[in-house]
């Protein structure tokens, strides 16, 4: 591996993780890199990443394309937060909203002035002063209908057909030269260095590269059974083992926002498309039997099947190393986290970001490789806590919900959920994917109540304090009600075909 440009660069697997790559490789690697990706129509895809976080705007964006046509492309929606119902309790609800909620005030983040005013006796919700969750409680969306001096707080992701995504970046990774391999991979060569030097499709013919992705699944044929880079477990902090997925007839109107619905074990999705509404449950099959989690699933519809439901068995963790030799994992093959948070498609963005910043040249430097798996750790270890915080925060009566609170749960979130019961400080640690907002969405939407706040935030007079809140959640609410419903907003800018004839 002495060439110092790395003109050769095989992915292993499509989907979505292989066709992102492919589409980010292409429009980054140095002119001239081969590019090539080997994948089996044979073997399907888990294909259950329809919801995403705002991050993915700056994916797309990079590569060139436009929003409209890739929500028209793949049946595509808007997202302003995740909706979760009955997690603090049987009939408790609430969202972790994209964007900001209020305005700072000086050296003290918003919510202190809000949990001043609660202690004296103020009613208002945290979410009163969201612009994003006044416009999903409406079912109303617009990009940002602001103005540069006050901005609206907003931000959004979408919901998509992952299957028609991976299509649509196939087409425009093709279209930049991407050469794409049709066949199964039955043999990994490697080198007298250990280095993967090619491999073998069912057909004979060999794939020789440089350097070697692995988008091959929960299998990792690359990194897991030629590399052996082994698999740190989660399953003590987040034990649901299963999901089971079906889509149905999609229901009106569409709601801009996504719902984990807490059950008996474990949570049911909802992400509205327009063509169909895709629909999930993730359980633990110590407290859920498959055909139980089937019947709740399906109950738990709001428009007719259009499939039967599809399994999925997985091990919550990741790769020990996400990076050996000259492999990097990526998706499935990297590790899996339930799609609690919508970080699946996330973690293959950043996984591509972050091995793009460490791209080696004319050898591949060990230290550069274990600051790269240093910083992915970092980056799952985060995102984890974040999901862990939402089951052991929870207020159900059911034996799966009792044995969440009380399993042990890392230090970090301890210290964190401790941190804010004191006087409401949420911490920060810079690889965490979540802001504080998003932590204190949910620690508030799951009944964590802090002691205290700020002792700044009493600086200001209670009328200043007052008139301060009433014009932050005037502003959210106006916000809001300037944006046309979210159907409408699809329909004047980025509808499929199909959806534009049901509309009219």
Same mark, same amino acid.
């Given at each position: 591996?002495?060439?110092?440009?790395?003109?050769?660069v095989v992915i292993v697997g499509g989907g979505t993780a292989g066709w992102m790559a492919a589409a980010a490789f292409a429009r980054?690697?140095?002119?001239?890199?081969?590019?090539?990706?080997?994948?089996?129509?044979?073997?399907?895809?888990?294909?259950?990443?329809?919801?995403?976080?705002?991050?993915?705007?700056?994916?797309?964006?990079?590569?060139?394309?436009?929003?409209?046509?890739?929500?028209?492309?793949?049946?595509?929606?808007?997202?302003?937060?995740?909706?979760?119902?009955?997690?603090?309790?049987?009939?408790?609800?609430?969202?972790?909203?994209?964007?900001?909620?209020?305005?700072?005030?000086?050296?003290?983040?918003?919510?202190?002035?809000?949990?001043?005013?609660?202690?004296?006796?103020?009613?208002?919700?945290?979410?009163?002063?969201?612009?994003?969750?006044?416009?999903?409680?409406?079912?109303?969306?617009?990009?940002?209908?602001?103005?540069?001096?006050?901005?609206?707080?907003?931000?959004?992701?979408?919901?998509?057909?992952?299957?028609?995504?991976?299509?649509?970046?196939?087409?425009?990774?093709?279209?930049?030269?991407?050469?794409?391999?049709?066949?199964?991979?039955?043999?990994?060569?490697?080198?007298?260095?250990?280095?993967?030097?090619?491999?073998?499709?069912?057909?004979?013919?060999?794939?020789?590269?440089?350097?070697?992705?692995?988008?091959?699944?929960?299998?990792?044929?690359?990194?897991?059974?030629?590399?052996?880079?082994?698999?740190?477990?989660?399953?003590?902090?987040?034990?649901?083992?299963?999901?089971?997925?079906?889509?149905?007839?999609?229901?009106?109107?569409?709601?801009?926002?996504?719902?984990?619905?807490?059950?008996?074990?474990?949570?049911?999705?909802?992400?509205?498309?327009?063509?169909?509404?895709?629909?999930?449950?993730?359980?633990?099959?110590?407290?859920?039997?498959?055909?139980?989690?089937?019947?709740?699933?399906?109950?738990?519809?709001?428009?007719? #099947?259009?499939?039967?439901?599809?399994?999925?068995?997985?091990?919550?963790?990741?790769?020990?190393?996400?990076?050996?030799?000259?492999?990097?994992?990526?998706?499935?093959?990297?590790?899996?986290?339930?799609?609690?948070?919508?970080?699946?498609?996330?973690?293959?963005?950043?996984?591509?970001?972050?091995?793009?910043?460490?791209?080696?040249?004319?050898?591949?430097?060990?230290?550069?490789?274990?600051?790269?798996?240093?910083?992915?750790?970092?980056?799952?270890?985060?995102?984890?806590?974040?999901?862990?915080?939402?089951?052991?925060?929870?207020?159900?009566?059911?034996?799966?919900?009792?044995?969440?609170?009380?399993?042990?749960? #890392?230090?970090?979130?301890?210290?964190?959920?401790?941190?804010?019961?004191?006087?409401?400080?949420?911490?920060?640690? #810079?690889?965490?994917?979540?802001?504080?907002?998003?932590?204190?969405?949910?620690?508030?939407?799951?009944?964590?109540?802090?002691?205290?706040?700020?002792?700044?935030?009493?600086?200001l007079p209670a009328a200043e304090l007052a008139n301060f809140l009433s014009l932050s959640a005037r502003h959210a609410a106006?916000?809001?009600?300037?944006?046309?419903?979210?159907?409408?907003?699809?329909?004047?800018?980025?509808?499929? #075909?199909?959806?534009?004839?049901?509309?009219?």
């Amino acid at each position: 591996m002495t060439d110092p440009h790395r003109r050769s660069v095989v992915i292993v697997g499509g989907g979505t993780a292989g066709w992102m790559a492919a589409a980010a490789f292409a429009r980054f690697l140095p002119r001239g890199t081969h590019i090539a990706l080997v994948e089996s129509e044979a073997i399907g895809t888990v294909g259950v990443g329809e919801a995403t976080i705002p991050q993915l705007r700056l994916f797309n964006a990079s590569l060139g394309i436009d929003e409209d046509a890739f929500l028209r492309a793949t049946q595509g929606t808007f997202k302003l937060g995740i909706q979760f119902d009955g997690w603090s309790s049987a009939g408790g609800s609430y969202i972790h909203a994209f964007g900001t909620i209020g305005r700072g005030w000086g050296l003290v983040p918003f919510h202190h002035y809000w949990l001043r005013h609660l202690q004296e006796g103020g009613t208002s919700s945290l979410w009163d002063y969201s612009a994003s969750a006044q416009a999903a409680a409406k079912g109303r969306f617009a990009r940002d209908p602001g103005r540069p001096e006050l901005p609206s707080g907003t931000a959004w992701a979408f919901h998509f057909d992952a299957g028609l995504y991976a299509a649509f970046l196939r087409r425009h990774a093709e279209a930049a030269g991407v050469v794409r391999h049709e066949g199964q991979v039955c043999m990994v060569e490697r080198g007298d260095d250990g280095d993967i030097a090619s491999v073998t499709l069912d057909d004979g013919r060999i794939v020789a590269g440089d350097f070697f992705v692995d988008c091959s699944g929960f299998r990792g044929l690359l990194i897991e059974e030629a590399l052996h880079a082994g698999y740190d477990d989660w399953s003590a902090y987040l034990p649901c083992d299963r999901a089971l997925a079906v889509p149905c007839e999609t229901t009106r109107p569409l709601t801009p926002f996504t719902r984990a619905t807490a059950r008996e074990a474990g949570w049911q999705w909802r992400i509205p498309l327009q063509h169909r509404t895709g629909n999930g449950l993730v359980y633990s099959s110590e407290f859920l039997s498959d055909d139980r989690a089937a019947e709740l699933l399906l109950a738990g519809l709001d428009g007719k #099947p259009l499939a039967d439901p599809r399994p999925l068995r997985f091990v919550t963790g990741k790769r020990r190393r996400v990076w050996v030799s000259n492999c990097v994992a990526l998706g499935l093959a990297a590790g899996f986290m339930e799609p609690l948070e919508s970080t699946s498609i996330h973690l293959i963005q950043s996984g591509i970001a972050r091995l793009l910043d460490y791209w080696p040249g004319d050898r591949i430097d060990e230290t550069d490789v274990a600051d790269f798996n240093r910083r992915t750790d970092a980056e799952w270890l985060a995102i984890r806590d974040f999901l862990v915080l939402h089951y052991y925060a929870n207020g159900r009566a059911e034996p799966f919900w009792q044995a969440r609170r009380a399993a042990a749960i #890392p230090e970090t979130v301890a210290e964190r959920i401790a941190l804010f019961r004191a006087n409401g400080r949420i911490g920060s640690h #810079p690889d965490s994917l979540f802001t504080g907002v998003g932590w204190l969405q949910v620690m508030i939407g799951q009944g964590i109540a802090p002691a205290g706040y700020h002792a700044l935030a009493d600086v200001l007079p209670a009328a200043e304090l007052a008139n301060f809140l009433s014009l932050s959640a005037r502003h959210a609410a106006h916000v809001a009600d300037k944006m046309p419903t979210h159907e409408a907003f699809i329909a004047a800018h980025c509808a499929a #075909p199909s959806f534009s004839e049901k509309v009219a």
